[in-house]
Nanobody, 125 residues
Framework: QVHLVESGGGLVQPGGSLRLSCAASGFTLDYYRMTWFRQAPGKEREGVSCISTTGHSTYYVDSVKGRFTISRDNAKNTVYLQMNSLRPEDTAVYFC??????????????????WGQGTQVTVST
C-alpha cells in the first residue's frame, strides 16, 4: 500500500530555513521522479520542485529557484526539500508525490490518489 509521510514543517521567520522530508513506503522510490507540491489557503495545489530518478536532474518553479533545493536518498526511500530565505508567500501545506516533472516545468495538471497528510510551513513574524 502506497504511503507518503511528509515532515519537517513549522513556523519560521522570514529569511529562515526549513528542511522537509518525504518518507515513502509501499513502492520503490528508485523508479519514480518525485515532486514537492504546496497548497496555500484558497489556492490550487502546485508543483514547486521535481527530481529525476537518479537525482541528476532537478527542476524548480521560478518563485523558488535559488532558494529551494530538492534531493533524494533512494536507499532511505526519502526525498528532501531544503528551503532557505523563506518568504511569507511560501506559507502553505507541502506534499510530495511521484509525478512527471512536467507538473513543474509545464504546470501540467496532476491527479493522485495517495496524497499524504502534508506538512504545514508558516513563514511569519
Amino acid at each position: 500500500q502506497v504511503h507518503l509521510v511528509e515532515s519537517g514543517g513549522g513556523l519560521v521567520q522570514p529569511g529562515g530555513s526549513l528542511r522537509l522530508s518525504c518518507a515513502a513506503s509501499g513502492f520503490t522510490l528508485d523508479y519514480y521522479r518525485m515532486t514537492w507540491f504546496r497548497q496555500a489557503p484558497g489556492k490550487e495545489r502546485e508543483g514547486v520542485s521535481c527530481i529525476s530518478t537518479t537525482g541528476h536532474s532537478t527542476y524548480y518553479v521560478d518563485s523558488v529557484k535559488g532558494r529551494f533545493t530538492i534531493s533524494r536518498d533512494n536507499a532511505k526511500n526519502t526525498v528532501y526539500l531544503q528551503m532557505n530565505s523563506l518568504r511569507p508567500e511560501d506559507t502553505a501545506v507541502y506534499f510530495c508525490a511521484p509525478s512527471p516533472c512536467t507538473v513543474v516545468t509545464n504546470r501540467d495538471k496532476f491527479d493522485y490518489d495517495y496524497w499524504g497528510q502534508g506538512t504545514q510551513v508558516t513563514v511569519s513574524t
